[in-house]
């Protein structure tokens, strides 16, 4: 039983390392990382945009758990690092982003605007909001015994 040996070109070498780091990194191998390319129809899992450095996307995984999470550009791989994939710093990024976007301003102003109407047709406090517990009790005891 003879097998084929592979030349050891340049681009069988990196084929060869890409195989084994692939494995070893992230436990999947060529026909895993083909079918996540496919699922995500060969681009980012972020920006929707194919690789635009020329390299092959990169495998996202958490880094607690190792479990791989998709694919990503260069950019979008390095933004989430510079996250250290805390969720709620991401969202507040996001949100810095949105209010400072046209549409989010506006949006802004139309919630300003509503708060200030609504303000501004309050109805009075409840009854129980003015007048303290002992006080309405009182009142309740005054008009039974009448």
Same mark, same amino acid.
């Given at each position: 039983m003879t097998s084929e040996v592979k030349p050891k070109t340049p681009a069988n070498i990196i084929k060869s390392v890409r195989r084994y780091q692939l494995k070893q990194r992230f436990g999947i191998d060529d026909k895993d990382y083909d079918l996540l390319? $496919?699922?995500?129809?060969?681009?980012?899992?972020?920006?929707?945009k194919p690789c635009g450095t020329g390299r092959r996307l990169a495998v996202d995984h958490c880094h607690k758990t190792g479990a791989v /999470?998709?694919?990503?550009c260069h950019r979008c791989n390095v933004g989430i690092g510079y996250f250290k994939?805390?969720? @709620? *710093?991401? /969202?507040? $990024?996001? =949100?810095?982003?949105?209010? @400072?976007s046209? =549409?989010?301003?506006? $949006?802004?102003s139309e919630r300003t605007e509503t708060a200030k109407r609504r303000k $501004?047709?309050?109805?009075?406090? *409840?009854?129980?909001? *003015?007048?303290?517990?002992?006080e309405i009790l009182e009142a309740n005891l005054r008009r039974w015994k009448e």
């Open positions: 390319l $496919a699922i995500q129809g060969g681009k980012c899992a972020i920006c929707r /999470r998709g694919l990503l994939d805390d969720h @709620a *710093v991401m /969202r507040r $990024a996001t =949100e810095y982003l949105w209010k @400072a046209p =549409e989010g301003a506006r $949006a802004m $501004a047709q309050q109805v009075p406090p *409840v009854f129980s909001q *003015v007048y303290s517990d002992s």
